[in-house]
T-cell receptor, first 113, second 117 residues
Framework: AQSVAQPEDQVNVAEGNPLTVKCTYS??????LFWYVQYPNRGLQFLLK??????LVKGSYGFEAEFNKSQTSFHLKKPSALVSDSALYFC???????????FGGGTRVLVKP | GAVVSQHPSWVICKSGTSVKIECRSL??????MFWYRQFPKQSLMLMAT?????????EQGVEKDKFLINHASLTLSTLTVTSAHPEDSSFYIC?????????????FGPGTRLTVL
């Protein structure tokens, strides 16, 4: 079975400070990892993904994530948070061979001015 | 980016009636579409996966006769909740994936909130 853990229900950060949203996963075989963001009354938006290659993945809106195989983690980061980054963030994993995408419980990010 | 629409965005129905939700990929062809359910303050749970022109694959615990899925074209999938009951009230979200590669990201619709009275 595959699973994703996002240990923090909420992350509070001041605008301009670095933002980190944690994610660990469990899956058999090679993982495909994804980050999505959900704004109120809008669908999930794709941020970035890791498939293979460089462990540091850069995505939309200045976000990046680092794949760490030994720690089975895929933490999302942004060097300088904006108030507009306040949203609900989901980490997701799937087996390389398979369709099912399993989501973490989500982490709400609140960026204060 | 790729756009996925859902219709309706919200629906209220009486217990025992059926409700159909449409999911459309607007600017790409979706070989595979997915239907999720999201409970308040919880994550998305995959209900079923459908490939164009074939029967949907349902996740364990999801009643296929209750949640009818049709993926008749590369841009349209429908979810019909049959004989709806209050416990079916939820937020239903579809997603679509372009092409056959499983590493392609899914693009999500805005969701449909179903309330069964």
């Amino acid at each position: 079975a595959q699973s994703v853990a996002q240990p923090e229900d909420q992350v509070n950060v001041a605008e301009g400070n670095p933002l980190t949203v944690k994610c660990t996963y469990s899956v058999s075989g090679n993982p495909y990892l994804f980050w999505y963001v959900q704004y109120p009354n809008r669908g999930l938006q794709f941020l970035l993904k890791y498939i293979t290659g460089d462990n540091l993945v850069k995505g939309s809106y200045g976000f990046e994530a680092e794949f760490n195989k030994s720690q089975t983690s895929f933490h999302l980061k942004k060097p300088s948070a904006l108030v507009s980054d306040s949203a609900l963030y989901f980490c997701a994993v799937k087996k390389a061979a398979g369709n099912k995408l399993t989501f973490g419980g989500g982490t709400r990010v609140l960026v204060k001015p | 980016g790729a756009v996925v629409s859902q219709h309706p965005s919200w629906v209220i129905c009486k217990s025992g009636t059926s409700v159909k939700i449409e999911c459309r990929s607007l600017d790409f062809q979706a070989t595979t579409m997915f239907w999720y359910r999201q409970f308040p303050k919880q994550s998305l749970m995959l209900m079923a996966t459908s490939n164009e022109g074939s029967k949907a694959t349902y996740e364990q615990g999801v009643e296929k006769d209750k949640f009818l899925i049709n993926h008749a074209s590369l841009t349209l999938s429908t979810l019909t909740v049959t004989s709806a009951h209050p416990e079916d009230s939820s937020f239903y979200i579809c997603s679509a994936r372009e092409g056959a590669n499983s590493y392609n990201e899914q693009f999500f619709g805005p969701g449909t909130r179903l309330t069964v009275l």
